[in-house]
């Protein structure tokens, strides 16, 4: 589901559909975030309280951190503080906070906005001889690369996961075949066996999005990653994961990364009673298996990640 800020009118509203993943993936997260916070700033009306930035900020945090692995929407908040305090000197008048507030919402936005379209200008030269791809789970931003892999090329042909138990890849699958090129869904089962070459078609380049980058320069992406990166690793074929350094978690420097376990319904709705159920939502795939991440900088190896996140997003540490 894409975020649709018009269908929304209170915070609450948002920050259930976020928990019960009807706002998904990483990116309408944020956007959900910072349309939240925004329509908190625009529904006060008059009622402006001298702590009015202090509240926008906690409206912000309580939907940024509503699930684990959301680094996009929280490393806004970081921009909000950064830049209010730095660009704007921390005025004191009620309306004014509300109106710069607004406008920095607007400029992150942007920023993630751009960031999806420079991914894809500063990378597609680099695929100019792949012919066959594999994705897993759903990346708007990995959909978009590899739809624009694809033009001018015959035989070009893509195979996605079904990515259980919610389906995610079903959305990558209907896209990619809506626009016209050769899809193929398997089963998630199926992924490392059709990787090292012994069904389908041959895999030249395995293409993930992310939730979250460390600082080391390994990642979190959909559960079933890990294996799918192993088995790449194994065939020699290379994995590139789509995604703006803004998912960088800056705190994964001192601390682990925590993996959400989700709703055991979300398997089997009528499993037997009695029957004990595991349910995590994400893999963390090591670095090893990374061969870069394709950013709005252009491809950044593991061991870049910090330096090139300094020297363009210094206000996430």
Not at 37 to 65: H, R, T, W
Not at 112 to 129: A, H, P
Not at 208 to 231: P, Q, R
Not at 285 to 291: E, H, M, T, W, Y
Request: with cysteine.
């Amino acid at each position: 589901m894409s975020f649709d800020k018009y269908k929304y009118q209170n915070i609450e509203d948002i920050l259930k559909d976020i928990k019960s993943i009807k706002i998904q993936g990483a990116t309408n997260v944020a956007i959900a975030t910072f349309e939240g916070i925004k329509i908190y700033l625009q529904n006060i009306g008059s009622n402006l309280d001298s702590d009015i930035f202090e509240k926008a900020m906690s409206v912000g945090s309580k939907l940024a951190y509503a699930r684990p692995n959301e680094p996009l929407a929280q490393n806004g908040l970081k921009f909000l503080n950064y830049f209010f305090k730095v660009k704007y000197h921390s005025p004191t008048d009620s309306n004014e906070i509300r109106q710069i507030l607004i406008s920095l919402c607007d400029e992150y936005l942007g920023m993630i906005r751009d960031s999806k379209e420079q991914i894809v200008q500063k990378n597609l030269s680099l695929f100019t001889d792949t012919h066959y791809a594999f994705t897993h789970c759903h990346s708007s931003t990995a959909e978009r690369l590899i739809y624009e892999m694809a033009k001018g090329k015959e035989g070009f042909k893509v195979v996605c996961t079904e990515t259980r138990p919610l389906f995610q890849g079903r959305i990558t699958a209907a896209n990619l075949l809506d626009k016209g090129l050769d899809t193929t869904l398997i089963a998630d089962s199926a992924a490392e066996t059709y990787i090292i070459g012994r069904a389908g078609f041959p895999v030249q380049s395995v293409f993930l999005g992310a939730d979250e980058i460390t600082i080391h320069g390994d990642f979190v992406n959909k559960v079933g990653s890990w294996g799918i990166g192993l088995a790449s690793y194994y065939a020699n074929i290379p994995v590139y994961v789509v995604t703006p350094l803004l998912k960088v978690n800056p705190a994964s420097a001192y601390q682990s990364v925590e993996i959400e376990v989700r709703e055991s319904d979300e398997l089997w709705p009528e499993a037997p009673k009695g029957l004990k159920m595991f349910n995590p939502a994400f893999d963390f795939i090591n670095k090893q298996f990374v061969a870069g991440f394709l950013t709005e900088f252009g491809l950044v190896k593991p061991e870049d990640v910090v330096r090139v996140l300094r020297e363009n997003y210094g206000w996430v540490f």
